[in-house]
């Protein structure tokens, strides 16, 4: 009985000691999702910012490439996405930002701009 106390004892230590050594890998929006206020998802893409009139909501656009296996061509889409403007970020129309996915902030709002690549004139 005692070696089996001595053993959990043993035990205890080293799961907690793994415990507190692992550590939670940022993903590579992590820092500007925590400067926003919430956690972001998915995979981040790349947009331009169409529209800016909004107050702290901005309107994107996301060209893409689909494939039409019937007739082995490819067709140009585009979406039209209403993305939270952070006051930190502050996008400008013209803009080229990266958009991640997260929480629905409104009713047609559930993606956020994580951070500009690139400013228009």
Do not use: W
């Not at 893409?45 to 490819?74: C, G, H, L, P």
């Amino acid at each position: 009985m005692v070696k089996e106390e001595e053993k959990s004892a043993k035990a205890a230590p080293k799961k907690a000691a793994k415990k507190a050594t692992e550590k939670k890998v940022p993903s590579t929006a992590e820092p500007e999702a925590l400067s926003i206020g919430f956690s972001t998802t998915g995979y981040p893409f790349r947009a331009i910012v169409v529209s800016d009139k909004m107050r702290n909501s901005v309107v994107v656009v996301r060209q893409f490439v689909r494939k039409i296996t019937k007739y082995e061509r490819y067709e140009k889409r585009t979406t039209r996405l209403t993305v939270h403007n952070p006051e930190s970020i502050g996008a400008k129309t013209g803009d080229e930002v990266v958009v991640q996915n997260c929480r629905p902030i409104s009713k047609t709002k559930s993606h956020t701009i994580i951070s500009v690549v690139e400013r228009s004139e």
